[in-house]
């Protein structure tokens, strides 16, 4: 498994179902034991599981019912390229990047960049640059 430690919330199962943990059992050291929770089926009932704290349904084998972990956060950033080579600082939207950009001239592109991670960790996914007329 991933090394995620899951408690109480919302997942998806590795063959891409929805499943919600709503209690975590504890042991007598007060140490994490099982997860309790539910995935609805396409009836519209809720199949009762347990899963181990590491989202695994089985301890022995990977089986189709086990959690994985929720994908790590994405950001995009704007910033406008200038015919100058100059790239100005980003802006968390497309419009916010159009609206400075109206306070100066001559855009040659605009940069998206895509990442991902958690903050402070986060890793570039895309960069694309979208030429302007």
């Known amino acids: 498994m ?6 109480p919330g919302e997942y998806r199962t590795r ?11 504890l042991n007598g050291a007060g140490q994490p034991y099982r997860l ?7 009836q519209g009932w809720h199949c009762v599981q347990t899963w181990e704290p590491s989202g695994q349904y089985l301890e022995i084998d990977e089986t189709a019912a ?7 956060p994405r950001m995009e950033w704007w910033s406008n390229v200038y015919s100058n080579g100059y ?3 980003a802006h968390n939207t497309k419009n916010g990047a159009d609206h400075a950009n109206n306070m100066c001239s001559k855009r040659a592109g605009l940069l998206r960049l895509t990442l991902e ?3 402070g960790n986060e890793r570039v996914v895309s960069a694309d640059v979208e030429p302007q007329s």
């Open 36 to 42: 309790v929770g539910y995935i609805p089926n396409s």
């Open 2 to 7: 991933s090394g995620h430690v899951f408690g």
């Open 15 to 25: 063959d891409g179902r929805r499943a919600f943990v709503v209690h975590q059992l």
């Open 66 to 72: 086990d959690l994985l972990p929720p994908p790590p």
């Open 87 to 89: 790239i100005s600082s």
């Open 117 to 119: 991670g958690e903050p």
